[in-house]
Every structure is written in C-alpha cells, then in structure tokens.
C-alpha cells in the first residue's frame, strides 16, 4: 500500500516538474527556401529627350539590358524564434533572430538580416519589441502577393516611386543612398508596438531612432536628425480585411535620391519630409478558392529648398488590383497596377514637368500546391514605362535607363518548415 507520505511526495514532485516545464523557454526553428530562375530583359530605352521633364535627363545614348538567365531566392530563410514566461499567464518574454538565406550562393545570406528583434507580449495589452522589423506601414504589402514571400512579378510599383528606386530595402537609418526613397523598409534601431485584437480592430505603430544623425557640417552648419514614423489601423470581418497605413521619414532627403536637380543635405535644405498613405483591402472566399487584393497610395517627397529652379517637391499615386482562384492544388492569378506621372514643385514659382513619368504592370501565373507546404510554379510579367520613367521589378536589374521595359518569364519552387 502507497503511504501518504509516497503520495504528498510524489504530488510535490509533480508540481515542481509542472514548474519547471512551465518556465522552460519555447524555441521553434522555421524558414522558407526559394529558388526562382527567370529569362528577363529590359528594351525600348527612350533615346531621345523628354519635353522638359524636370526631374529626368534622358540621354540619347541610352542603353537596354539584354535577354539573361538569372536565379534570385527572394526572400529565402531561415530563422529561431521563441518565448519565455515570466508573469503568469499574460506576460512573457518574445525574441526572434531571422537571416536571410541565398541557397543559389549569391547574396546576400546575413545572419539576423531580416526580422529579428527583443520584446514583451501579454494577451490582454499587445506586443512591444525592439529590434529590425518590417514597418507597420510596409505589413499589408507582405500579403498582396499569391506566393509566399516577395517575387519580381508581385506588385511592384508601390513602396517605391521609380527611379530606380528598390523595391524593398533593410536599412537601420539613413545611408545616402536610393534606399533613403523607398517606403517598403524593414528597419534598424525601431521600436514597435503593435495592440491586441479588439472587435476586429488592430493597430501597429513603430519609430525608427536617429542613430544616423550626424555631426554638424563646419562649412554650412547644416544639422539634421533622421527618423522614421510608421503606423498601420487595421479591420477584419470574416473574409475582409481593411488596412491603412501611414509613413514619415524626416531628414532622409529621399527627393535628393530621385533627381539631380534638387540639392543635397545642406544649408539650402537642413530638413526634409517625406509621406507615404497606403489603403489595402483584401477579400476572400475560401468556400470558393477565391481572392481579391486592392492597394492604393500616395507618395510625396519634400526638401525644404531656397535654390531657385531647384526641385522641391515630387508626389505621386499608384495603385494596383489583383485576383486569384484555386482548383483544388491548382491556382492561377493575375496582377494589374499602374503608378500616375505626379506631379511637381519648383522653388521660385517657375512651372515643373513630369511628362513621360508613370508605368504600368502585368502579371499572370500558375501555382500546383505539392503538398501543404511545398509550391511550384510559373508566371510571366512585364513592367512598362513612360519615358521618363525608371520603375523595375524586384530585384531592380542594374542598368534600366528611362523608358526601358523589363519583361521577364520564370519557374520556381518554394519550400516552407
């Protein structure tokens, strides 16, 4: 006969295991491997100039990028994630290190590259974290797409103005480059806060520090302080989902990355503005197989400039539609998208042209589902400029000159754990 004593022991031992196993930290190893082999080009370079556009100088002796073969990853990775209780049930302890992988051995492949990040999360408050992060602002974007991940031929003409401007960037402040122009960032030196659920409404808002401030320039004594503010308000009923979002970037001078005719971080123009408004919705009938995707947005990129006849301002709107229907592992889609030519500001009053700015994009794809988490498939696209105009695909190929169309045609397969 088992004793009381066996008994309390034994019962002692049990809830000391449950202790245990209750603050043992969950740890879970994910990714997705892409391999993505299209034949692309880009032709019909304008060879002669535009009729006084203000921002673009269109050189007659534009070149095209001949027909090539090439492998992107896309967003390929592998990551480590995991959470810790530390105050009952509604408190604990949130990290994720992400790295991007190129299993094609280009780059690049970073260890916590891509979304990794500290923080807390409870239930019944939401979730604060600091780290490197997909903005609230560029969230919605992640699910335009019909594959998983981010490809050539998804929605290419928001995030981004043209101008070579790439598609998606990782960047933890400013770095006097193109990437200071895009709107579709993953960013450093951030701190987010994203609420819980609450009658269908959500809502994310993250602030990127200015680390990258710099010193005061001796000469003109220009001193500016880059930030980045992001906030996304969210709605989901049933099969609709509505978001808007909303992106400032201060002193990143992403109107001195667009054009040559607009002064550089100085004296003439210590600050700067740029605004981004996005409003996607998405629709599913999954009875059906069916799904619909719309996004709008607004971009508008301001120096604060004195020199006369230089740019000022430059905003712009695109937006884009896309459908998808499933046949048991069998889906097909179809993107469309167009970016309008903005318009313009001179300081001095003298009238801006934007004339030949602005493109369209096409795309349509076939997707078979292998198993659950496992995809191959193959798609065409094609992006089409005015003539002045430099929009690309994701990766941006090196060497589009305006008016140069990219037109490509590719399989893949894509592989989630």
């Keep these: 006969m088992i004793s009381r004593r066996s008994l309390s022991l034994a019962a002692g031992l049990v809830a000391v295991a449950a202790a245990q196993a209750q603050d043992k930290p969950n740890v879970t190893i994910y990714g997705t491997l892409i ?7 880009a032709s019909d370079a304008s060879t002669r100039a535009t009729d006084g556009n203000s921002l673009v100088t269109v050189s007659p002796s534009a070149t095209n990028v001949p027909s090539k073969l090439r492998i992107t990853c896309s967003t390929s990775n592998l990551g480590f994630k995991g959470d810790f209780k530390i105050k009952g049930d509604d408190l ?15 780059a690049p492949s970073v260890l916590a590259g891509r979304n990794s990040a500290i923080g807390l999360s409870g239930a019944s408050w939401g979730t604060v ?48 480059s193109k990437n200071d122009a895009s709107f579709n960032r993953r960013q450093g030196n951030s701190i987010q806060y994203w609420t819980p659920d609450m009658s269908g409404f959500s809502a994310r808002v993250a602030y990127s520090v200015n680390e990258s401030k710099p010193t005061s320039d001796a000469a003109t004594q220009a001193q500016y302080s880059p930030t980045v503010i992001s906030a996304l308000l969210s709605y989901r009923t049933g099969g609709l989902t509505v978001h808007y979002g909303y992106e400032r970037h201060n002193d990143y001078f992403g109107l ?40 709008a947005e607004q971009l508008t990129y301001h120096n604060d400039e004195t020199v006369a006849g230089k740019v000022s301002e430059y905003k712009r709107t695109a937006w884009g539609v896309s459908a998808q229907q499933s046949f048991g592992q069998h889906k097909i889609w179809g993107l469309y998208g167009t970016a309008d030519k903005g318009s313009a500001k001179l300081v001095g009053g003298a009238s801006a042209s934007v004339e030949g700015l602005g493109a369209t994009q096409v795309t349509v794809g076939y997707n078979y589902a292998i198993t659950r988490t496992a995809d191959v498939f193959a798609t065409y696209y094609t992006v089409v400029n005015k003539a002045a105009a430099t929009y690309g695909a994701f990766p941006v190929l090196a060497g589009i000159n305006p008016g140069a169309d990219t037109k490509a045609f590719g399989v893949g397969v894509l592989y989630t754990f």
């Design 256 to 295: 001195s990355q667009l054009t040559a005719n607009a002064t550089a971080p100085g004296l003439a123009n210590a600050s700067s503005k740029d605004e981004g408004h996005e409003l996607a919705v998405f629709y599913a009938i999954p009875s059906t197989g069916t799904r619909f995707t719309a996004i």
């Design 129 to 176: 974290l600091v780290g490197n992060w997909d903005t609230p602002y560029k969230f919605p974007t992640l699910f335009t797409g019909t594959q998983r991940g981010l490809f050539p031929f998804d929605n290419s003409l928001t995030g981004n103005p043209g101008f070579n401007v790439p598609g998606t960037v990782t960047n933890s402040g400013r770095v006097g």
């Design 92 to 106: 604990k302890l949130i990290w994720q290190v992400e790295s991007s992988v190129s299993v094609d051995g280009d």
């Design 35 to 41: 391999a993505f082999a299209d034949n692309v080009q």
